[in-house]
């Protein structure tokens, strides 16, 4: 059973920084893209940063040149390092992979979701 775990969200004040986490575990054989999602309340869900097994990277206009994403295959770990964080960052942060399990086909997986708050 693969599942994704995220951790690292929170209340941070406008200006601040935050490091989301999210760590994939159970019968993974490998991982091709990951990466970040988040949705707004009253909003669809939308790609914040995503990360190919190569480490090519993509990101929303919206988030260029504060986030940086980051992935740790040996701990199978993606990262969402949030700089100058705005009231508008504020949503529920899910993490997204590709991944095949040891027996298995390539599948789409999604965490639980984090709460991150930028407010003052």
């Known amino acids: 059973q693969v599942q994704l775990v995220e951790s690292g969200g929170g209340l941070v004040q406008p200006g601040g920084s935050l490091t989301l986490s999210c760590a994939a575990s159970?019968?993974?054989?490998?991982?091709?893209?990951t990466g970040w999602y988040r949705q707004a309340p009253g909003l669809q869900r939308e790609m914040v940063a995503t990360?190919?097994?190569?480490?090519?990277?993509n990101y929303a206009d919206s988030v260029k040149g504060r986030f940086t994403i980051s992935r740790d295959n040996a701990k199978n770990t993606v990262y969402l390092q949030m700089n100058s964080l705005k009231p508008e960052d504020t949503a529920v942060y899910y993490c997204?992979?590709?991944?095949?399990?040891?027996?298995?086909?390539?599948?789409?997986?999604w965490g639980q979701g984090t709460q991150v708050t930028v407010s003052s």
């Open positions: 997204n992979a590709d991944i095949r399990a040891t027996i298995g086909r390539w599948r789409d997986y």
């Open positions: 159970g019968n993974i054989f490998s991982i091709r893209t």
């Open positions: 990360v190919t097994s190569g480490g090519s990277t």
